[in-house]
């Protein structure tokens, strides 16, 4: 398709060294700025993706596997798993490293959701996204189940419209 993009060209991976004030006063990055860091690079990917401005519309369950200490360094991978009308879902996989010892460990996970916008700040169309692996196809699958379940919780469709929850939970 010629207005189409793979997720390989909106992928951002951002790192971040854990300074004191970026800390608890248990010595583990506070969430709060975490997710910040990874709003930023969400929104650097899904504006790889449309090129064009955008802002977040919704953040999916972000839970955390593994406390990332002081003097960590973050890495934080994000790259649009799925592309609809003028919206566009992020997966981000986050992990710390503790460069002294020479391991990484997985932290967490989450999906944010952008809009694209036009010069008057109205949403706009962005370009389809084409999955090529498997876990890109895997992401790309679960995007519309994901979108409706938010669609839902926000209040913005009703639970019978929603097709792919659905087939989750009728017997064949």
């Given at each position: 398709?010629a207005?189409?993009?793979t997720s390989?060209?909106?992928?951002?991976v951002?790192?971040e060294?854990v300074?004191?004030?970026?800390?608890?006063?248990f010595?583990?990055?506070?969430?709060?700025?975490?997710m910040?860091?990874?709003?930023?690079?969400?929104a650097?990917a899904a504006?790889?993706h449309?090129?064009?401005?955008?802002?977040?519309?919704?953040v999916?369950?972000?839970?955390?596997e593994?406390?990332?200490?002081l003097?960590?360094v973050?890495?934080i991978?994000?790259k649009v798993?799925?592309a609809?009308?003028?919206?566009?879902e992020v997966?981000?996989?986050?992990s710390?490293e503790d460069?002294i010892?020479?391991?990484?460990?997985?932290?967490n996970e989450?999906?944010y959701?952008?809009?694209?916008?036009?010069?008057n700040?109205?949403?706009?169309?962005?370009?389809?996204?084409i999955?090529e692996?498997?876990e890109?196809?895997?992401?790309f699958?679960?995007?519309l189940?994901r979108?409706?379940?938010r669609l839902i919780?926000?209040?913005k469709?009703d639970?019978?419209e929603?097709?792919e929850l659905k087939?989750?939970f009728?017997k064949p």
């Amino acid at each position: 398709m010629a207005n189409s993009k793979t997720s390989k060209e909106s992928k951002v991976v951002m790192t971040e060294l854990v300074l004191p004030n970026d800390t608890n006063t248990f010595g583990n990055l506070m969430g709060g700025r975490l997710m910040y860091w990874m709003d930023i690079a969400a929104a650097l990917a899904a504006m790889k993706h449309c090129g064009a401005p955008v802002v977040t519309a919704s953040v999916d369950n972000i839970s955390f596997e593994s406390p990332i200490k002081l003097g960590n360094v973050v890495h934080i991978e994000a790259k649009v798993s799925r592309a609809f009308n003028s919206s566009m879902e992020v997966h981000l996989s986050v992990s710390g490293e503790d460069a002294i010892h020479q391991y990484k460990y997985k932290s967490n996970e989450a999906y944010y959701t952008f809009v694209a916008l036009d010069p008057n700040g109205k949403a706009r169309k962005v370009p389809q996204l084409i999955p090529e692996t498997e876990e890109e196809k895997k992401l790309f699958d679960g995007a519309l189940r994901r979108r409706q379940l938010r669609l839902i919780l926000g209040g913005k469709m009703d639970p019978t419209e929603a097709s792919e929850l659905k087939a989750l939970f009728e017997k064949p």
